[in-house]
């Protein structure tokens, strides 16, 4: 399976993939990482309890949930999880992860080789 990620204007990397695959990616990410930032426990939090927070955001039309993340992580850099976008398709939950741009673009392909994706990179450039 071929997946893309994409590199935005600000460094910050987008993958959208199915529920139970966001999960498994940012299970592997924090093994890899040694590390447990409290966004990355919220994130996994969310996709863990999709249906909940699926419907808080569609209650208050938003279209992307941000998790808490602590001062101390964004001073020492750790953060990983930007936001998510919770979507629901053809009967099936997808979830849309936004990785800080301090995450390294390389730990991130390498956890999606793991998990038998191929990976495509997309920059994206806005002049």
């Known amino acids: 399976m071929e997946i893309e990620v994409t590199v935005d204007i600000g460094k910050y990397k987008w993958v959208r993939l199915p529920r139970e695959d966001a999960l498994k990616l940012l299970e592997i990410i924090e093994t890899k990482l040694g590390e447990s930032p409290r966004?990355?426990?919220?994130?996994?939090?969310?996709?863990?309890?999709?249906d909940e927070f699926y419907q808080e955001m569609k209650k208050r039309f938003k279209d992307f949930?941000?998790?808490?993340?602590?001062?101390?992580?964004?001073?020492?850099?750790?953060?990983?999880?930007?936001?998510?976008?919770?979507?629901?398709?053809?009967?099936?939950d997808y979830v849309t992860i936004v990785f800080d741009r301090r995450?390294?673009?390389d730990?991130?392909?390498?956890?999606?080789?793991?998990?038998?994706?191929?990976v495509r990179e997309k920059v994206e450039k806005i002049w």
């Open 39 to 50: 966004d990355l426990q919220e994130a996994m939090r969310y996709i863990r309890h999709f």
């Open 103 to 105: 995450v390294p673009l």
């Open 107 to 118: 730990v991130l392909k390498e956890a999606l080789q793991e998990m038998g994706y191929s």
């Open 65 to 92: 949930i941000a998790p808490t993340q602590s001062l101390s992580d964004m001073i020492k850099g750790t953060v990983v999880v930007d936001k998510l976008s919770l979507e629901k398709e053809g009967g099936k």
